[in-house]
C-alpha cells in the first residue's frame, strides 16, 4: 500500500474501493456544487503568517469542546448513511474518535443505530438529531439517545427541506443499494465493500427500522422519510427540544449573525457554522467566509464551531484562528473509512493532527488556544462586508 500523507491520498483510495453511489452521496453538492466547492478553496484565500526564532518546544493540539477534554478540537460530523460506507462504519468511525480523544457525532439517518454504537463503545458520543413530524419518534428518539448516556444533541437546523442532489437522484441512492443492471455492476467491481458488507450487522436505518410503527424494509422507509423532515421547525421548538433533552446543546447549520444571535437566546451551548457541506443551499457563502461575521456577532458569548471543507490540520488552524473553538469534518473521516475501515479513521485524524501541530510551530504557536487572526493574512473582503 502506498504512503498516506494528506486526506487526498485516503480520497483516492476511497474511491477505488466504494460503489459509485455512496461515493458520489458523500462527494457532491446541490443544484451546481458551487457552495460544495468554495467550502474547501475559500481556505486557500487565507495565507498563514510564518514566524521564526521561536521556542517551538513543548507543544500540544488539547483542546476542549463544550466541557469535554479533545486530545484536539476536530469532532468527527454527523454523517448519514456511513454504515453503508463501510460495514458498521458507525461502530468503527465511533471507536476510532474514541481512542484517538475526539467526539464523535451519530447522525439520526445512520445504519447503526444509537443502541448497536453505545455497546460498541466506551465513552460517551454526541447524537445528532433531525427533526420529524412525527413528535412521538422524536419525542423517543431523543429518550433512547439519554439512556445510551450520549454527551451532547447536536440538532440540525439546515435540513427542514432536503436540497437536491442531481447525483444521488441519477444514482438511485438507497440503503441496501437497488440492484438495478447498473448497480450490478458496479458492484461487481467492488468486490472486497461487497464482501464485508455481507457480515455488518445492519443495512437500513438502523434509529428508524423497527422504531416506527409499519416501518420495516427498505420501500416503506423511503417514503417514511420523504414526508418526514418538519418544515416548520422554528426556534419556539429548538427551545422545547432543548429542554426535552436536558443537557449541553449544539445547535448546527448556522450561517448567518442574525440566526447566530437567536441561538445565543435559546440558550444553546455552541453553534456550529455550517452549510451542511454544500450539500442543501448552493449558492450560499462557505462556512469559513461566514465565519469572521459570525464571531463579530456572538464569538464572545457562545462556543463556535466551523463545519464544511475542512480538508487539513491547516484548515483547522485557520478555522481556529478566526475564533472558532472547535471543528468538525465529515468527508475527511468517511474517506479513510471507506478506504481502510477504522484504521483509515484514526489515520485522517494523525494526518490532520501532524499537519495543525507542525503549521501551528511555524506560525509561531505552542498552543490551540493562541491562534488567533495575528496567525494569519487575509483578502480585506474575505468576510464579505456589504450594507
Known amino acids: 500500500m502506498s504512503v498516506i500523507t494528506n486526506i487526498e491520498d485516503l480520497k483516492r483510495i476511497y474511491a477505488r474501493r466504494v460503489p459509485k453511489m455512496f461515493y458520489d452521496y458523500a462527494e457532491s453538492g446541490s443544484w451546481t456544487e458551487q457552495t460544495f466547492r468554495e467550502n474547501s478553496t475559500d481556505f486557500d484565500e487565507i495565507r498563514l503568517r510564518q514566524r521564526v526564532a521561536v521556542d517551538m518546544s513543548g507543544r500540544s493540539t488539547a483542546s476542549r469542546m463544550i466541557g469535554q477534554d479533545v486530545a484536539m478540537p476536530v469532532a468527527l460530523a454527523p454523517v448519514g448513511l456511513t454504515g453503508m460506507q463501510c460495514a458498521d462504519g458507525e461502530i468503527k468511525a465511533a471507536r476510532a474518535a474514541e481512542a484517538f480523544g475526539v467526539p464523535f457525532t451519530l447522525s439520526t439517518m445512520s445504519i447503526n443505530s444509537i443502541e448497536d454504537v453505545a455497546e460498541a463503545t466506551t465513552k460517551p458520543f454526541w447524537f445528532q438529531l433531525y427533526t420529524m413530524k412525527d413528535e412521538d419518534y422524536v419525542r423517543r428518539l431523543i429518550e433512547r439517545a439519554k439512556a445510551a448516556n450520549c454527551s451532547a444533541l447536536v440538532i440540525t437546523l439546515d435540513l427542514q427541506i432536503l436540497g437536491q442532489r442531481h447525483k444521488d437522484l441519477k444514482n438511485g441512492l438507497s ?46 422507509l423511503g417514503a417514511w422519510t420523504a414526508e418526514q423532515f418538519d418544515p416548520s421547525l422554528d426556534w419556539g421548538k429548538i427551545a422545547k427540544l432543548k429542554d426535552m433533552w436536558g443537557g449541553k446543546v449544539i445547535l448546527k447549520g448556522i450561517l448567518d449573525e442574525e440566526d447566530a444571535r437567536m441561538a445565543l437566546q435559546v440558550g444553546a451551548d455552541a453553534i456550529t457554522v455550517s452549510n451542511h457541506g454544500g450539500r442543501q443551499l448552493d449558492g450560499a457563502l462557505s462556512s469559513i467566509r461566514m465565519l469572521p461575521r459570525i464571531m463579530d456577532a456572538v464569538g464572545g458569548d457562545i462556543e463556535v464551531h466551523l463545519d464544511s471543507g475542512i480538508r487539513s490540520g491547516q484548515d483547522v488552524l485557520k478555522a481556529l484562528a478566526l475564533g472558532a473553538t472547535g471543528t468538525m469534518i465529515g468527508r475527511a473521516f468517511v474517506y479513510g473509512l471507506g478506504a481502510m475501515g477504522q484504521k483509515g479513521v484514526t489515520t485522517a485524524l494523525e494526518v490532520i493532527r501532524k499537519e495543525l501541530d507542525i503549521s501551528m510551530a511555524l506560525c509561531g504557536e505552542k498552543f490551540v488556544g493562541d491562534l488567533g487572526r495575528h496567525n494569519l493574512l487575509l483578502p480585506e473582503d474575505f468576510s464579505c462586508r456589504w450594507v
Not at 189 to 218: C, P, Q, Y
Open 175 to 220: 440503503a441496501p443499494p437497488k440492484l438495478t443492471p447498473r448497480t450490478i455492476a458496479n458492484l461487481m467491481t467492488k468486490w472486497a465493500w461487497g464482501i464485508e458488507m455481507l457480515g455488518a450487522k445492519r443495512r437500513h436505518f438502523g434509529n428508524i427500522v423497527g422504531h416506527v410503527e409499519g416501518i420495516s424494509d427498505a420501500s416503506s
